[in-house]
């Protein structure tokens, strides 16, 4: 392939993310580091928001909650995953498209559809409590909504799938032999899965959860619909300073610490696959 | 034995939401019960018949069909650089090309917000296109990927060596083979540009509302079951398009197993 079909294959794809992914992105930046005063941009070479958010002890715990939330996530989602991806790569029922049709559907479901389905089930006069309370089991609804357990619920169930797909991509390429061999040689099946497949599973499990991690830390739509603004994370603050109380510099300054903490994330999720273009996730 | 069920707990866990969304759209009763209080299409109804919501509606297909389609040129002819070029930088570039996928869209929707706001351009269709397009041609890029270096470039090149040139020997035999991932790119992408709520939300405005933002902010003042209607419609597409990604790429391969 010559330079020039290069160019004029790849070209317009790279100037669209010169123009509208990284110099937007690099705007960020200086603007986070621009001060605001009246509502009016003044650019200036500054580090008063990036001191105002780790000297704030508000903005320290919400940051802490962050990432608090994300390793929850992270871990639920693996121990929720870990059997679905198992079961889905040794698999060989014929329902087995099906089954990717289910883990693959909620992707391809809008986030704020999901986050309803779970309004329905957790709210106050949901479908949970109010079952209850027809049954006379309880009589005050519980607190399923409106804090952690939700929020963390809803965000399990919104990249769960994530986590299935990263597993089973190594699941699938583990040898059978090597288990079968491990078997031979007396092992039992529950020793083989511990002393075999589960360290050879080892990368997939490091990859699903970076993924999951980056992901639950940067999503806010659960937060505010779930938590309804009585869980505050990270994102959460970005969204309320530039949407809401149009405090530009810090808002960016609060994206830019989000930023730093996924795209280190992302380069060792990079790192560990080594697949960056194979494959959704 | 406790695997399968454990297994079949955690499916049942995952379709739940959108199992009650789809019964409470069909159910008559302003709160969802179980068992369900009578059949209606009563919320399927209204939401045909609210203006919002068909405007948002049709905004949203239309700038899907836009976005796939300008995301599948661009994304397929990047693709076939990517997987055939041998460039020094060629790592770092493919890291650049897919970060629009990995960045958190968020961060991708402040930036642009800002930088579409300094430029007077916020709140415009193109600005709003151009920011689903960013986001959804790595995608694109990923499943042609797939596709493609299982691809025998003799093939290409006995065509080339027959007398076609080398533009016509690509639209007619690689693109012919690679069709599979190049169509199931452009469903794809034109699901996630259809559900994309996360970079819209920064990119709208009163009278620019796609139908998940539509569907965001009847949320946050009523909880009727119209909004269950929007949503099982919503889902009914969302199905619709994963069947076509399987009849044409094959989900396995879809998926990178």
């Keep these: 392939m010559t330079r020039g079909a290069r160019l004029l294959l790849l070209g317009p794809y790279v100037l669209l993310l010169m123009v509208f992914f990284a110099a937007p992105l690099a705007l960020m930046f200086a603007i986070s580091l621009s001060r605001q005063s009246f509502g009016q941009l003044e650019w200036a070479f500054t580090a008063h928001h990036y001191v105002r958010f780790f000297t704030d002890a508000y903005y320290l715990s919400v940051l802490a909650d962050t990432l608090w939330l994300g390793a929850l996530t992270t871990a639920a989602s693996l121990l929720l995953g870990y059997p679905l991806a198992y079961h889905l790569a040794l698999t060989r029922s014929r329902w087995k498209p099906l089954l990717i049709v289910f883990i693959l559907s909620p992707l391809l479901v809008g986030i704020v559809i999901r986050c309803y389905g779970w309004m329905i089930l957790l709210a106050d006069r949901g479908l949970i409590n109010a079952t209850l309370v027809q049954h006379g089991w309880i009589t005050q609804p519980l607190p399923l909504m409106y804090n952690k357990f939700g929020v963390t619920l809803a965000l399990v169930h919104v990249f769960l799938p994530f986590m299935v797909l990263s597993l089973t991509g190594v699941l699938k390429r583990i040898e059978p032999q090597l288990i079968e061999a491990s078997q031979t040689l007396g092992a039992s099946p529950r020793r083989a899965f511990f002393e075999v497949t589960l360290p050879l599973s080892l990368p997939g499990i490091l990859a699903g959860s970076l993924l999951v991690f980056s992901l639950a830390i940067s999503s806010f739509v659960v937060p505010i619909l779930i938590g309804g603004f009585k869980v505050h994370v990270l994102p959460m603050v970005v969204y309320e300073q530039v949407l809401s109380v149009f405090d530009w510099p810090f808002g960016a300054a609060n994206a830019f610490v989000l930023l730093v903490i996924s795209v280190a994330l992302i380069a060792v999720y990079i790192k560990v696959t080594e697949r960056a273009l194979r494959g959704i996730v | ?257």
């Design chain 2, 1 to 257: 034995m406790i695997l399968r069920s454990v297994v079949g707990l955690v499916y049942a866990f995952l379709l739940l939401p959108m199992v009650v969304v789809v019964l409470a759209a069909f159910n008559s009763g302003n709160y969802f019960t179980f068992p369900p209080q009578g059949f209606s299409l009563k919320w399927f109804a209204n939401f045909f018949q609210r203006r919002e919501f068909m405007q948002a509606l049709w905004l949203s297909t239309e700038l899907a069909g836009w976005t796939a389609l300008a995301s599948t040129v661009i994304g397929t002819a990047a693709a076939v650089v990517l997987v055939r070029g041998r460039f020094r930088g060629r790592d770092l570039l493919n890291a650049f090309v897919t970060s629009p996928l990995l960045l958190p869209q968020i961060l991708t929707g402040v930036a642009l917000l800002q930088f579409y706001t300094l430029l007077k351009m916020h709140a415009s269709y193109g600005a709003l296109l151009i920011g689903h397009i960013v986001v959804t041609t790595p995608y694109v890029i990923r499943t042609v990927t797939a596709t493609l270096t299982h691809f025998d470039i003799a093939l290409e090149e006995a065509a080339q060596s027959l007398g076609a040139n080398p533009l016509r020997a690509f639209l007619e035999i690689t693109l012919g083979v690679i069709k599979p991932g190049v169509v199931a790119g452009a469903i794809f992408a034109f699901a996630i540009s259809f559900d994309n709520f996360t970079l819209s939300l920064f990119l709208t405005s009163a009278k620019l509302t796609p139908l998940p933002i539509e569907l965001f902010a009847y949320l946050k003042y009523s909880f009727d079951p119209t909004a269950a209607a929007v949503s099982a419609f919503a889902i009914g597409v969302a199905l619709v398009l994963v069947l076509g990604i399987a009849r044409f790429m094959g989900l396995e391969e879809f998926t990178g197993f």
